[in-house]
C-alpha cells in the first residue's frame, strides 16, 4: 500500500490498513487485544504518517489468492439449495419405489412433478446467475 506523507487520511485509506490488519490478524501475526488497539488507532488517525505508523513492524501482505477464471463455484446458499432438492428427490423416489413394490407393479410416475419443475427452476439459476451477485434486490431500507 503506497501511502504518501503529510496530508490528511480518507476514509478509504483507513478502511485499507483496517483490512490489511484483519489479514495480520487471520494470520497470526496479531492477537485479538493489538488488533483491537490498532484498528483505534487506525480510526483515530487524520494523518497518512500515522498510518504508516501502524504498519510499520508488519511484513507486507501478498496478494489474495484467486481462484483460476476457469473454475466456477457455485455460491454456498445454491450449494444447500441443491442438496435439498437432491434430498427430496431421493425421499419420493423411495415412497414411490415402495408404493409400487407394495401394489406389485410400477405405479403412475408421479415424483417427476417434485423433481422436474424444482430441478429446474434450480438449474435456470445456476445457468443464468438469477439471484446472485448484483441482481439488484435490496433490503428495506
Known amino acids: 500500500m503506497d501511502i504518501a506523507t503529510g496530508t490528511r487520511a480518507s476514509d478509504a485509506e483507513r478502511d485499507a490498513v483496517v483490512t490489511l490488519l484483519g489479514r495480520h490478524l487471520a494470520d497470526g501475526r496479531l492477537d ?3 488488533y483491537d488497539e490498532r484498528v483505534a488507532r ?7 504518517d500515522d498510518l504508516a505508523q501502524v504498519l510499520a513492524d508488519l511484513p507486507k501482505v501478498s ?9 466456477r463455484r ?4 445454491q450449494r444447500i439449495e441443491f442438496a435439498s432438492w437432491a434430498g427430496v428427490s431421493l425421499l419420493v423416489l423411495v415412497i414411490w419405489a415402495a408404493i409400487s413394490l407394495g401394489v406389485g407393479e410400477f405405479t403412475y410416475f408421479w ?14 439459476r445456476v445457468v443464468t446467475g438469477f439471484e446472485g451477485r448484483g441482481c439488484g434486490v435490496r ?3
Open 32 to 34: 485479538l487485544g493489538e
Open 74 to 77: 457455485l455460491p454456498l446458499w
Open 111 to 124: 415424483p417427476v412433478w417434485v423433481i422436474g419443475p424444482w430441478g429446474a427452476v434450480l438449474a435456470f
Open 63 to 71: 496478494e489474495p489468492v484467486v481462484p483460476p477464471r476457469g473454475v
Open 42 to 48: 487506525v480510526y483515530a488517525t487524520r494523518a497518512r
Open 139 to 141: 433490503a428495506f431500507g
